[in-house]
């Protein structure tokens, strides 16, 4: 990201920065709610700011020792203590910080109508050099198509589409004992560090549940839960709208297993397609139908659109609310775009995979905490410097919110409605409206022509 500078002129400033954040928002109180807190000795916020900070600095724990400039009044078994707490919730402090940052920073800037979303998502938590860290198992990497050693860390997030915070994580290990290659110790299942070990076992998409359950509970709300197409099984789709309320826009999984209620009879996504006409000519999408979901039978619209990087494939995306057309049901599953964004930004700046060495499940998670509040500082910072209703009361009711979408992606739209209107009035062929194009774009200002280039480079 940019908010972070390669080399650090001034340390003091970045740590009253960091400092300012988490008074801010209680970060304190938060520890100590989730038993981090302690009665004697040092502070456990002196703890956290340090590892906090650390990324900013130029050098490691280690590093800073054996040059002699290391400041904090602890040793280092200190810090190793504190992350290997096994009664410290971690899940439950970042849900409670995301909770207060939403809820009192976020939302106020943004009015009620903006469709903000909760995104499920998980990503390699790679540990390919360890050999002996606890529930390590091997994951399938889908980005080099091989197995590898570490975690699938899910991850969920919320966006307003401005804004991305991190509200909830898990490292997944192996649900099958074959791809287990280090066993987890022994610990009581009633308490916090054997559930929180038995979770590591279990799906993703029970887990995916859970974590939506305990951002609930802690206050956050959104209107659309978004996740690809390794969640979108009717299982869990069902389970979102029934239990949480929650409506879900979803990539569709092409397997023939999977079957939807359509026209009397049950049916899968490639059959489906398959038996309607598609769209024609510069249409933003191919093909949209109505659909039930499971046995419960619920209502769902697939909206089936090009693939960009396939021209002659097609991906389809369901929703459960049937009242959103297709361009609102496209423009806000492409907010999921937020939550990959993320991962790249914790990998590739805040040393979420190379940071932390430790063989502890439990270290591993606090450390996870940790880079996830690094975000969220950033993203506060980064919504205070563009949003200029964050600078005083004056300025937040004199100034409008932040668009949800661009000027290019909304000529694209009128373009393209207009195309579809002039195909279906005068029968001409695609080649006829390619010429038709092309000439109605060259009588538009220059504003308006690179705005509808910027627009299909971008799409």
């Known amino acids: 990201m940019s908010s972070i500078p390669h080399k650090t002129e001034n340390g003091n400033e970045i740590f009253d920065s960091a400092t300012k954040f988490l008074k801010e928002f209680q970060v304190g109180k938060l520890l100590f709610q989730c038993n981090a807190g302690k009665t004697k000795g040092i502070p456990v916020m002196d703890i956290f700011r340090y590892l906090f900070c650390l990324i900013f600095s130029d050098r490691s724990m280690y590093m800073q020792r054996k040059t002699g400039a290391f400041e904090g009044g602890f040793c280092k078994n200190t810090v190793y203590r504190f992350l290997n707490n096994t009664k410290t919730n971690w899940q439950r402090f970042t849900t409670l910080l995301s909770a207060r940052i939403i809820n009192d920073f976020m939302k106020p800037l943004t009015s009620d109508n903006r469709k903000d979303v909760f995104i499920i998502d998980d990503s390699l938590f790679d540990r390919s050099r360890s050999c002996k ?7 399938f990497d889908h980005c080099s198509m091989k197995y590898k050693r570490g975690y699938r860390m899910l991850t969920l997030g919320w966006s307003d589409g401005n ?120 249409s933003k999408y191919l093909l949209s139908i109505n659909v039930t979901v499971g046995e419960e039978a619920i209502p769902a619209k697939i909206v089936c659109v090009r693939n960009k990087s396939k021209k002659k494939d097609w991906l389809a ?121 092309a000439s109605f774009i060259q009588r538009l200002p220059k504003y308006m022509q690179e705005a509808l280039e910027y627009g299909q480079s971008a799409a």
């Open 133 to 139: 860290t606890e529930l390590l198992a091997k994951v």
């Open 163 to 282: 804004s991305f915070i991190p509200v909830n994580h898990c490292l997944l290990s192996a649900a099958e004992d074959k791809n287990l290659l280090c066993e987890a110790s022994s610990y009581d299942g009633r308490s916090l560090a054997g559930k929180r070990r038995k979770q590591s076992r279990r799906k993703a998409t029970e887990v995916m549940l859970e974590l939506i359950h305990m951002a609930q509970k802690s206050g956050l709300s959104a209107k659309y839960v978004l996740f690809d197409s390794w969640f979108s099984s009717p299982k869990a789709v069902i389970a979102l709208k029934q239990e949480h309320g929650l409506d879900t826009i979803a990539m569709v999984k092409k397997s023939s297993k999977i079957k939807y209620g359509y026209q009397d009879g049950r049916f899968n996504i490639k059959e489906i397609y398959s038996k309607n006409r598609k769209r024609r000519g510069r």
């Open 317 to 437: 995306i369901l929703c459960t609310d049937t009242s959103l057309s297709e361009e609102e049901i496209i423009c806000t599953y492409g907010k999921r775009w937020d939550i990959e964004i993320f991962f790249k930004s914790c990998k590739s700046y805040l040393r979420l995979v190379k940071e932390c060495r430790s063989t502890s499940y439990d270290a591993l998670n606090a450390h996870t905490a940790i880079v996830f509040t690094r975000y969220m500082m950033l993203s506060v910072a980064q919504r205070r410097n563009t949003d200029d209703k964050t600078l005083c009361e004056l300025f937040f009711c004199l100034m409008d919110e932040l668009d949800d979408i661009t000027f290019s992606q909304s000529m694209q739209i009128i373009i393209n409605a207009l195309m579809d209107s002039v195909m279906e009035h005068f029968h001409i062929t695609e080649q006829e409206l390619e010429k038709f194009t």
